[in-house]
């Protein structure tokens, strides 16, 4: 039987996604400082602010050393449909994206979308997000909270629970993250690093187990995007001595950093945060996407103060292309860190194939 | 074996020199079988594959269809998202699927309420496409994006560019109160190019138009690795009772079984065409044996073996065979191209409404028409060459041919009758058998048991009406001639079975035509009480024409509302159809033609009355009570009777409005019956008028409906007739073709009898009375064959294939009068006979030694 | 060429066999005359030489191979005749819907002779009879003197060992039945044929090498 192509979707999202809302735009929510956060309701969706994602980034060590994977939920509220009663009003839409990387071999990928309620939905109370059979969500269990993740493809898929073995680590100013110079550039950021992995992982027709170690991001915002801004680099690294590292920085469409931002917690559970004067990333090597053409410097000298860092991808070609919420092109994937620290997580540059649209 | 196939050769070449017009005919007859069941079948695959693909086009090719089982029913949010997190399921695409006017146009178009997200993946063809240039909400803001075919026709209905087909302008959705001012977005670039289709984002069709917290229909694409059985078991078991799960076999079979009967009914006429050709080659090949059977003896004497004088006379009818059915193939192309044409793709039937689909032969099917053409002349030829085969060499070199000595002629009658009584007994018990696979198999057997007894009793009749006609005092060559025929029977019933077969055939399609048209007569008087109908086309009538009705000022003394629905209770049958109407409990038989037993329902059940197609399809029978898909649920409901119904084929049940309302139906009525005021009938119309122009409404009168019900059932038949002719056609030329070769057979004799003074008058008056003599015979026992088979497709085939029960109607003037226009052709054709058998030189004959 | 033992024949009526214990023998080459009274069973006599009717009893030797074609099934009497019988008959039998080419060339085709020498030897044969312009005629045209010179051309043309004539000049004036039979008997020789002429006519009789007369009682030579 013959099987469209699940990926006929972002073909056609553009002209939905982008055609002008006709209506009065929605208010969305702004981000202040000094909100303090409540968990596990912080960890649900907040359907009033523009754009939320909860982000899983992890690297496997069985059933094979340096295996990446990420899953990631998007929410997005375009402004469409706002005055509609209709439950199946396509106000919210979800996006859903999974990754595997097989390093020094090729990254495997897949994706959903659907409006909220039409199979599809999430909780505003705690981490419950799902698009059909991919979801992600928090349980209590009666050893303690873990974070459950499930996905299927035609590729590949994996069911993983998260257990914490560390306390959230909020980002910025107790979760308030600016990613600006302007007070309204910024997002509650909420990390959660150094996540037990263990369960299951099918690929090439075979269902292994699997376990490693997990980063968790869960961000909302209205703007995090300066009208200068075309994209940033952003690092998630589980240190390998328990540590945990997060460093960012938005760029210019000439390269110049406009912001950035880092944030390092030390075994011990000392946080200490980079202010942007204290942030340089310097590109090492450079690689060319042979489909988009975009070049991304995949090894980044990252100076932290005092610190010298450097990227090291275990695969140059992990860029992606997706749909989510416009169409967007970008280099994600699992490197490992040298130099002054050292560890495994994840590198996302976005904006090297045209700015980055929210 | 070379050398042999050249004789052979030179056989055939022969053949086709000397007898043209014989060889040629057999081969249209051939040729007009093949091309009949060939263009059916091929007009019949171009229309499934329309359907199915115009089905694709709108429905997608998911794997599974959740939908209701009532059209009133719907698929609750909730369980299309408990089924959207089964792993199992890739993507399920809910749809809201309406249908509505746009801007009070009479005809409604189907509305199409999708999800882009889910819709990419099952239905890419109902995929909309913004118009960037156009000042137009997008999808999810309430854009409307319309089909080619429907811009075409709104810029049709609006030529000013003001509104028309322009994208940005604002069609004013109507479906019964409910009006939803949209704007044109954009078209559907993959729609096809006869659809007539708005497509809306799902959440504003459901705002705007319903259901409440459910989607018509969800369609589901499976995970590649899961196996669609098993799923489809899974969630059965757990889906509520008014669900069901439709897979593309079960969609594919309802289309096959929407079209079957009809299909099949009109392959059994290509049949009979094709076995009137069949009996057009052995009326020829059989006189040419006979002809020729002082050539074949000189052939056998001179060497030629048994077996080859057997398979010359085949090939000879293999030879007609293959270039008739050749010529039939592209005949039958030409047909269905045209008949599709000029009448749709199911010949007038009614079954697939509104398309012309393209025709397209394969190789496999037209191999097997080729072959089934190559069949029936093989067939046609085999007993004339057993004959060939089995002539005695020497007598036949000397004498011609030789009939065998009819010892049994001295055969006592009672024995002889035997073998046709035997039949028409077998064919009056397979009668009674039911139908198998669904079709009335054992009707068809009974009906060629009864041509067999027929044509079996034929020699008899001839017999002894010949036998008794010649012991009669009658002058000399008119005596002599009876005592040819009643002695040498065989030519004699070759002549006969043609015309009893073709008159046999004519009479009962005749016979059944008009029984059904009697039938639906009377039922039309029964279905139509009131004067006048008020109809809209599927969406529900507007409430202020409900309440206007019930004013005391409107000109009618009786107003009755009727809602249509379907249902459906096989997902591999076409839905059946609820009718909620005003019906009083105690006796439905006011409004219902009610056939059988009428049982009083208990009060605490809902009951129901059913058609008498459901009643048979589904095998129900007044008294039980059936579980009824409704309301979204499963209801126990009590079958109070039966009706007769002619008007939907796949079944219908009738239920109370208070029935239906008590069990929460929601009463939208579609269709009004209306009785004006004695005297106002004029004003009642007017009255409507503006009704109908304002929201679309058809209004007819009760003769209207009448008249345009027999001209639809008129044109239905319109292919029977056609094939009636021609096989009235065959079998008078079947009857000239064998009085020519009795009459070349018995040259000798008739010469004999011209050189013993008999002048020319005299034989031919003698000749065609002997042909007018065969042709009554013929024409009797097809008289009583055909009134055998108007019964057996009256009260058989009818009911089975097409669950349509009636009462046999003979049209004994139609009948008469065809019999005696039969018996003129026949002495037309016996004419042509009789010259041949004037001119033959006297001297010539009488010398040569044959 | 031709060796009759001990034939009987009964008609399934008929009281007193047609014939019983009849024996005689044709040698290569030799033409022999058998006459007889009407109904004495010359016919059926010849026919059971041809294989058109079964003996009761007794046997038919025919041709080199010296084949019995009473012992012979329905398809192997065919071929036997095809083979090594050629026939004439009072009324001709030339076949109205082939060419005289045609017809002369249907034994060549039963034989199964390849199809190139057909040409050659029909025009020989054509020649022989005097006919060498009518192949491509149709028989329709022809006198009954030229259609029997067809049906002799036809007679021997695959070369039998034996030649079977019933009345072959019954049909004819006397004129033309002369020399119709001096031809048949000429071209017969010339090939060292057998031939047994069934006839009425003293004359055709005392043509042949030998006269075989059959009696209600028996053959009398």
């Known amino acids: 039987?013959?099987?469209?192509?699940?990926?006929?979707?972002?073909?056609?999202?553009?002209?939905?996604?982008?055609?002008?809302?006709?209506?009065?735009?929605?208010?969305?929510?702004?981000?202040?400082?000094?909100?303090?956060?409540?968990?596990?309701?912080?960890?649900?969706?907040?359907?009033?602010?523009?754009?939320?994602?909860?982000?899983?980034?992890?690297?496997?060590?069985?059933?094979?050393?340096?295996?990446?994977?990420?899953?990631?939920?998007?929410?997005?509220?375009?402004?469409?449909?706002?005055?509609?009663?209709?439950?199946?009003?396509?106000?919210?839409?979800?996006?859903?994206?999974?990754?595997?990387?097989?390093?020094?071999?090729?990254?495997?990928?897949?994706?959903?979308?659907?409006?909220?309620?039409?199979?599809?939905?999430?909780?505003?109370?705690?981490?419950?997000?799902?698009?059909?059979?991919?979801?992600?969500?928090?349980?209590?269990?009666?050893?303690?909270?873990?974070?459950?993740?499930?996905?299927?493809?035609?590729?590949?898929?994996?069911?993983?629970?998260?257990?914490?073995?560390?306390?959230?680590?909020?980002?910025?100013?107790?979760?308030?993250?600016?990613?600006?110079?302007?007070?309204?550039?910024?997002?509650?950021?909420?990390?959660?690093?150094?996540?037990?992995?263990?369960?299951?992982?099918?690929?090439?027709?075979?269902?292994?187990?699997?376990?490693?170690?997990?980063?968790?991001?869960?961000?909302?915002?209205?703007?995090?995007?300066?009208?200068?801004?075309?994209g940033w680099d952003w690092v998630?690294?589980?240190?390998?001595?328990?540590?945990?590292?997060?460093?960012?920085?938005?760029?210019?469409?000439?390269?110049?950093?406009?912001?950035?931002?880092?944030?390092?917690?030390?075994?011990?559970?000392?946080?200490?945060?980079?202010?942007?004067?204290?942030?340089?990333?310097?590109?090492?090597?450079?690689?060319?996407?042979?489909?988009?053409?975009?070049?991304?410097?995949?090894?980044?000298?990252?100076?932290?103060?005092?610190?010298?860092?450097?990227?090291?991808?275990?695969?140059?070609?992990?860029?992606?292309?997706?749909?989510?919420?416009?169409?967007?092109?970008?280099?994600?994937?699992?490197?490992?860190?040298?130099?002054?620290?050292?560890?495994?997580?994840?590198?996302?540059?976005?904006?090297?194939?045209?700015?980055?649209?929210? | 074996m070379q050398a042999l196939s050249r004789l052979s050769w030179w056989l055939i070449r022969a053949q086709f020199t000397t007898r043209r017009a014989a060889t040629l005919l057999s081969m249209l007859a051939v040729a007009l079988g093949v091309a009949l069941g060939y263009a059916i079948h091929l007009i019949n695959d171009a229309a499934l594959a329309d359907f199915a693909r115009a089905m694709k086009s709108v429905q997608g090719d998911p794997d599974a269809v959740i939908a209701a089982r009532d059209s009133a029913g719907s698929v609750p949010l909730a369980t299309l998202n408990a089924i959207a997190r089964d792993p199992a399921v890739l993507v399920i695409a809910a749809v809201i699927e309406t249908r509505v006017r746009i801007d009070n146009a009479r005809t409604p178009v189907t509305l199409i309420g999708i999800d882009v997200f889910s819709a990419a993946a099952v239905m890419p063809d109902l995929l909309p496409r913004h118009n960037e240039q156009a000042a137009a909400p997008n999808l999810f803001n309430g854009g409307v994006y319309a089909s080619p075919a429907l811009l075409a026709k709104l810029a049709q209905r609006a030529p000013d560019s003001d509104s028309g087909a322009r994208p940005g302008r604002t069609l004013t959705l109507v479906r019964g109160e409910q009006q939803w001012p949209a704007t044109l977005a954009g078209d559907l670039p993959a729609a096809r190019p006869d659809d007539l289709l708005l497509v809306a984002d799902i959440a504003w069709v459901q705002e705007r138009f319903g259901p409440v917290d459910a989607v018509s229909e969800g369609r589901v694409r499976l995970a590649p690795d899961s196996d669609l059985a098993t799923w489809r078991k899974k969630w059965a078991q757990q889906l509520p009772a008014g669900l069901l799960i439709r897979v593309a076999d079960d969609d594919s079979a309802r289309v096959s079984n929407l079209s079957r009967a009809y299909r099949v009914n009109l392959n059994v006429l290509a049949l009979v065409a094709l076995l009137t050709g069949a009996f057009l080659v052995f009326a020829t090949q059989l006189t040419s044996v006979a002809q020729r059977s002082t050539q074949f003896a000189l052939l056998g004497v001179l060497g030629l073996s048994p077996r080859m004088r057997l398979l010359q006379v085949l090939l000879e009818g293999?030879?007609?065979?293959?270039?008739?059915?050749?010529?039939?193939?592209?005949?039958?192309?030409?047909?269905?191209?045209?008949?599709?044409?000029?009448?749709?793709?199911?010949?007038?039937?009614?079954?697939?409404?509104?398309?012309?689909?393209?025709?397209?032969?394969?190789?496999?099917?037209?191999?097997?028409?080729?072959?089934?053409?190559?069949?029936?002349?093989?067939?046609?030829?085999?007993?004339?060459?057993?004959?060939?085969?089995?002539?005695?060499?020497a007598q036949a070199l000397k004498t011609g041919f030789a009939q065998q000595s009819h010892a049994d002629t001295a055969r006592a009658t009672l024995p002889r009758l035997r073998l046709p009584l035997f039949l028409a007994l077998a064919a009056l018990a397979l009668a009674q058998l039911p139908p198998l696979f669904a079709l009335p198999l054992a009707g068809y057997a009974a009906i060629a048991l009864v041509l067999v007894a027929g044509i079996a009793s034929a020699p008899l009749l001839t017999q002894l009406l010949f036998g008794w006609l010649s012991a009669q005092a009658l002058p000399a060559p008119q005596r002599i001639a009876l005592q040819n025929v009643a002695q040498a029977p065989l030519m004699a019933q070759v002549a006969a079975s043609g015309l009893i077969v073709s008159f046999a055939l004519t009479a009962s399609m005749v016979i059944m035509v008009s029984s059904f048209r009697v039938a639906v007569d009377q039922w039309l008087d029964h279905v139509l009480p009131a004067p006048l109908y008020l109809r809209s086309k599927a969406t529900p009538l507007p409430q202020d024409l409900l309440a206007a009705l019930a004013q005391p000022d409107a000109p009618f003394t009786r107003v009755e509302r009727m809602a249509n629905a379907s249902l459906i209770i096989d997902p591999q049958r076409p839905q059946v159809a609820l009718l909620v109407r005003e019906i009083d409990r105690r006796d439905p038989a006011a409004r219902l033609p009610v056939t059988g037993p009428l049982l009083a329902p208990p009060a605490t059940t809902p009951a129901v009355w059913i058609s008498e197609p459901m009643a048979e399809i589904y095998r129900l029978a007044p008294g039980q009570t059936l579980r009824l898909p409704l309301l979204g649920r499963e209801i126990e409901?009590?079958?109070?009777?039966?009706?007769?119904?002619?008007?939907?084929?796949?079944?219908?049940?009738?239920?109370?409005?208070?029935?239906?309302?008590?069990?929460?139906?929601?009463?939208?009525?579609?269709?009004?019956?209306?009785?004006?005021?004695?005297?106002?009938?004029?004003?009642?119309?007017?009255?409507?008028?503006?009704?109908?122009?304002?929201?679309?409404?058809?209004?007819?009168?009760?003769?209207?409906?009448?008249?345009?019900?027999?001209?639809?059932?008129?044109?239905?038949?319109?292919?029977?007739?056609?094939?009636?002719?021609?096989?009235?056609?065959?079998?008078?030329?079947?009857?000239?073709?064998?009085?020519?070769?009795?009459?070349?057979?018995?040259?000798?004799?008739?010469?004999?009898?011209?050189?013993?003074?008999?002048?020319?008058?005299?034989?031919?008056?003698?000749?065609?009375?002997?042909?007018?003599?065969?042709?009554?015979?013929?024409?009797?026992?097809?008289?009583?064959?055909?009134?055998?088979?108007?019964?057996?497709?009256?009260?058989?085939?009818?009911?089975?294939?097409?669950?349509?029960?009636?009462?046999?109607?003979?049209?004994?003037?139609?009948?008469?009068?065809?019999?005696?226009?039969?018996?003129?052709?026949?002495?037309?054709?016996?004419?042509?006979?009789?010259?041949?058998?004037?001119?033959?030189?006297?001297?010539?004959v009488l010398a040569s030694a044959q | 060429?031709?060796?009759?033992?001990?034939?009987?024949?009964?008609?399934?009526?008929?009281?007193?066999?047609?014939?019983?214990?009849?024996?005689?023998?044709?040698?290569?080459?030799?033409?022999?005359?058998?006459?007889?009274?009407?109904?004495?069973?010359?016919?059926?006599?010849?026919?059971?030489?041809?294989?058109?009717?079964?003996?009761?009893?007794?046997?038919?030797?025919?041709?080199?191979?010296?084949?019995?074609?009473?012992?012979?099934?329905?398809?192997?009497?065919?071929?036997?005749?095809?083979?090594?019988?050629?026939?004439?008959?009072?009324?001709?039998?030339?076949?109205?819907?082939?060419?005289?080419?045609?017809?002369?060339?249907?034994?060549?085709?039963?034989?199964?002779?390849?199809?190139?020498?057909?040409?050659?030897?029909?025009?020989?044969l054509l020649e022989r009879v005097g006919l060498a312009s009518f192949g491509p005629r149709w028989p329709a045209s022809l006198s009954g003197g030229e259609l029997q010179r067809v049906a002799i051309a036809r007679a021997l043309v695959h070369h039998p060992a034996l030649v079977l004539a019933d009345e072959p000049t019954g049909n004819l004036d006397p004129r033309t039945a002369g020399?119709?039979?001096?031809?048949?008997?000429?071209?017969?020789?010339?090939?060292?044929?057998?031939?047994?002429?069934?006839?009425?006519?003293?004359?055709?009789?005392?043509?042949?090498?030998?006269?075989?007369?059959?009696?209600?009682?028996?053959?009398?030579?």
């Open chain 3, 179 to 221: 020399e119709v039979l001096a031809l048949l008997l000429e071209r017969v020789r010339e090939q060292h044929t057998s031939a047994l002429v069934v006839t009425h006519s003293q004359h055709v009789a005392q043509c042949c090498d030998r006269i075989l007369t059959l009696t209600p009682d028996g053959l009398l030579e």
């Open chain 1, 236 to 358: 998630g690294i589980n240190l390998d001595d328990g540590g945990a590292l997060m460093a960012f920085r938005m760029r210019d469409s000439q390269g110049a950093t406009l912001f950035a931002h880092a944030a390092w917690r030390d075994a011990g559970g000392q946080v200490r945060q980079f202010a942007a004067g204290e942030v340089a990333f310097h590109p090492l090597r450079h690689w060319a996407s042979p489909r988009s053409g975009a070049s991304y410097p995949v090894q980044i000298e990252i100076r932290l103060g005092e610190l010298t860092l450097r990227t090291r991808p275990v695969l140059d070609d992990q860029e992606l292309s997706t749909s989510r919420p416009a169409p967007v092109v970008y280099w994600e994937g699992l490197v490992r860190l040298e130099g002054s620290l050292s560890g495994r997580g994840y590198l996302e540059m976005t904006g090297y194939a045209g700015r980055l649209q929210l």
């Open chain 2, 318 to 393: 293999l030879a007609i065979g293959v270039p008739g059915a050749l010529l039939g193939l592209g005949l039958g192309y030409a047909l269905a191209v045209a008949f599709t044409r000029l009448l749709g793709g199911d010949l007038g039937g009614g079954y697939f409404a509104g398309s012309a689909p393209p025709i397209i032969p394969l190789p496999a099917p037209a191999l097997v028409f080729l072959a089934l053409g190559c069949l029936a002349s093989l067939a046609g030829a085999s007993y004339p060459a057993y004959l060939n085969r089995m002539q005695p060499l």
């Open chain 1, 1 to 230: 039987m013959r099987r469209r192509s699940f990926l006929c979707t972002p073909l056609l999202l553009p002209t939905l996604t982008l055609a002008a809302p006709a209506r009065a735009p929605v208010t969305y929510a702004p981000v202040t400082p000094g909100i303090k956060l409540a968990f596990p309701r912080d960890h649900g969706a907040h359907p009033d602010f523009r754009t939320e994602w909860w982000y899983v980034t992890g690297a496997l060590d069985v059933p094979q050393a340096d295996i990446g994977f990420q899953l990631t939920f998007f929410r997005s509220r375009p402004g469409n449909a706002e005055d509609l009663q209709s439950p199946l009003a396509a106000r919210q839409i979800l996006f859903a994206h999974a990754a595997l990387t097989l390093p020094g071999e090729r990254l495997l990928h897949s994706e959903r979308a659907a409006r909220a309620n039409l199979g599809a939905a999430f909780s505003s109370s705690d981490c419950d997000i799902h698009i059909g059979a991919w979801r992600m969500n928090r349980e209590q269990r009666s050893t303690g909270e873990v974070l459950r993740l499930q996905m299927n493809s035609p590729q590949f898929s994996y069911d993983f629970t998260l257990t914490p073995s560390q306390p959230l680590l909020l980002q910025g100013d107790g979760g308030y993250s600016r990613k600006g110079q302007a007070a309204a550039l910024a997002s509650y950021y909420v990390s959660w690093p150094q996540l037990q992995v263990a369960g299951s992982l099918l690929f090439d027709g075979q269902r292994r187990a699997a376990s490693g170690r997990a980063w968790f991001d869960h961000e909302w915002s209205t703007a995090i995007l300066g009208g200068d801004a075309v």
């Open chain 2, 637 to 844: 409901v009590f079958i109070g009777g039966v009706w007769r119904d002619y008007g939907r084929q796949f079944g219908a049940v009738v239920i109370s409005r208070q029935d239906y309302q008590q069990l929460g139906g929601d009463f939208q009525p579609t269709d009004l019956a209306l009785w004006p005021r004695p005297g106002e009938e004029a004003h009642a119309s007017a009255w409507l008028a503006p009704w109908a122009d304002q929201y679309g409404l058809e209004v007819a009168d009760s003769a209207e409906i009448r008249r345009l019900s027999l001209s639809i059932f008129d044109k239905s038949f319109a292919v029977t007739y056609a094939l009636e002719a021609a096989a009235m056609l065959i079998g008078l030329f079947g009857l000239a073709v064998t009085l020519a070769a009795s009459v070349w057979l018995r040259a000798r004799e008739l010469a004999t009898l011209g050189a013993l003074g008999f002048d020319r008058r005299m034989l031919s008056r003698a000749v065609m009375l002997e042909g007018a003599l065969i042709a009554t015979v013929g024409v009797l026992i097809g008289l009583a064959c055909g009134v055998g088979i108007g019964a057996i497709l009256t009260h058989v085939v009818n009911p089975q294939a097409f669950h349509w029960r009636m009462a046999l109607a003979i049209p004994w003037a139609a009948l008469v009068t065809g019999a005696a226009i039969t018996l003129a052709a026949a002495v037309l054709a016996s004419r042509h006979a009789a010259r041949q058998a004037t001119r033959l030189p006297v001297a010539q």
């Open chain 3, 1 to 124: 060429m031709l060796h009759v033992a001990d034939l009987a024949k009964q008609h399934s009526r008929a009281s007193r066999p047609l014939f019983s214990a009849l024996g005689f023998t044709i040698a290569a080459g030799e033409i022999v005359a058998l006459v007889g009274e009407s109904g004495v069973g010359k016919s059926t006599l010849l026919n059971c030489i041809a294989g058109l009717e079964t003996a009761d009893r007794g046997s038919i030797a025919i041709g080199p191979q010296a084949l019995d074609i009473v012992a012979l099934d329905e398809t192997a009497r065919a071929a036997l005749r095809a083979r090594s019988i050629g026939f004439v008959f009072q009324a001709f039998h030339i076949l109205p819907t082939l060419t005289v080419a045609q017809n002369i060339a249907v034994p060549l085709l039963l034989c199964g002779l390849p199809a190139g020498e057909h040409a050659a030897r029909t025009r020989a």
